[in-house]
């Protein structure tokens, strides 16, 4: 079954540190992928995304991610996290073989500490 | 630009009572979508359009319907309200297929 695992509900990370947000998935056709932010009271806005070549990929923001094919997985890193970060984050897979069927995962909401 | 623009944003409905929640966007995307999210449970895909005059059911249509009569505008309607109805509602357009999303606001509707 296709699926997308966000492990983490909830992390939170001092301001200035790094951060690093999981996303694992299982899918049967190469994915799309996508990270996707929410502030709240907000709809999401897309971070980054990456549909083919290189696996390392620049968002906004300061945000990056990398699609690791063995290990099925597009986790989220910013090297340093400021207070306005502070949202939840939602990881997307969808197929390039056509049909909307973008899944999302269930989000990790960032806490954001002084 | 607006984007996708919802309304309402708030809502409280009886139990039973029907509302429609509207959604316009002006980018001229073709695909519209309608998820709602629940706390720890992502988004989940409730209908879908890739164009005027074509819907399709998505992961959880039941209790809802849904017409998309111009390109712009993509309503979706609750019959008879349920508790299990309390979401927050969110629309979303695309210029294509897999294709990054634009979001509204979201609609917070609350069943009572």
């Known amino acids: 079954a296709q699926s997308v695992t966000q492990p983490d509900i909830h992390i939170t990370v001092s301001e200035g540190a790094s951060l690093e947000l999981r996303c694992n998935y299982s899918y049967g056709a190469t994915p799309y992928l996508f990270w996707y932010v929410q502030s709240p009271g907000q709809g999401l806005q897309l971070l980054l995304k990456y549909f083919s070549g290189d696996t390392l990929v620049q968002g906004i923001k300061g945000f990056e991610a990398e699609f690791k094919r063995s290990q099925s997985s597009f986790n989220l890193r910013k090297p340093s996290v400021h207070w306005s970060d502070a949202a939840e984050y939602f990881c997307a897979v969808g197929p390039n073989t056509g049909g909307f069927k973008t899944i999302f995962g269930a989000g990790t909401r960032l806490f954001v500490k002084a | 630009n607006a984007g996708v623009t919802q309304t309402p944003k708030f809502r409280i409905l009886k139990i039973g009572q029907s509302m429609t929640l509207q959604c316009t966007q002006d980018?001229?995307?073709?695909?519209m979508y309608w998820y709602r999210q629940d706390p720890g449970m992502g988004l989940k895909l409730i209908y879908y359009?890739?164009?005027?005059?074509?819907?399709d059911k998505g992961e959880v249509p039941n209790g809802y319907n849904v017409s998309r009569s111009t390109t712009e505008d993509f309503p979706l309607r609750l019959e008879l309200a349920a508790p299990s109805q309390t979401s927050v509602y969110f629309c979303a357009s695309s210029p294509g297929d897999n294709t990054e999303a634009f979001f509204g606001q979201g609609t917070r509707l609350t069943v009572v």
């Open positions: 359009s890739v164009g005027a005059g074509i819907t």
């Open positions: 980018m001229n995307h073709n695909y």
